[in-house]
């Protein structure tokens, strides 16, 4: 139990600090490098992406582990009476992932071709193109933001 507990909180600061951290530090100033931040981009999306689906993927698994656990085996009393705010956080822990895995990782994808294409033909992006990025940044902020709230309501629900 106690080598569960300590995996799956030492994953959960590593998948939310990693989180916070690229939305609030690294994204604002990359934005700010404006054409130069291409290379930078190639190298570090597909980083961060492996880095935080293996940390989510560590989390929810020692999480239902520790969660069977706590609720004997799923017993739906103590799931949705004695530990309801652990259920409601661990649904909103799931959710998180599920944004990480379905919408942050396909869009961070998509951004990637772009900026490849780009550092490969040494040409900055074309207007169409540096269009085309801006949409795909602004749904990776938004998808961040909402990963932050969930991973935020899952914390409470584990901590209360
Ligand atoms: C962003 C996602 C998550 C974060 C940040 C997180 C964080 C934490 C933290 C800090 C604790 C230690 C609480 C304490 O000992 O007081 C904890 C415990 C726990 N977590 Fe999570 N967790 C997340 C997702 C999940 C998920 C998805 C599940 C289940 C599927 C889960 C199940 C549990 C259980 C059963 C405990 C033990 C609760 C207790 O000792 O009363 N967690 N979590």
Sequence with gaps: ???????????????MGGT????????PVLAGLGAKNGEVMVRLI????????????VT?????GLYALHTSAFDLKLMFETRLPLTLGAFAGLLALLVGV?????TGAKLLELYAKATANGAPLSPDEARAAAVLKARLGRGGQLETILMLL???GMVI
């Design 1 to 15: 139990m106690f080598v569960l507990l300590l995996v799956h909180v030492l994953a959960a600061i590593f998948w």
């Design 20 to 27: 916070l951290f690229f939305g609030f530090v690294l994204e």
């Design 46 to 57: 597909p980083r961060i992406h492996r880095a935080m689906t293996v940390a989510g993927l």
């Design 60 to 64: 929810i698994l020692a999480g239902l």
């Design 102 to 106: 379905f919408f942050q990782g396909p």
């Design 154 to 156: 899952a914390l409470i």
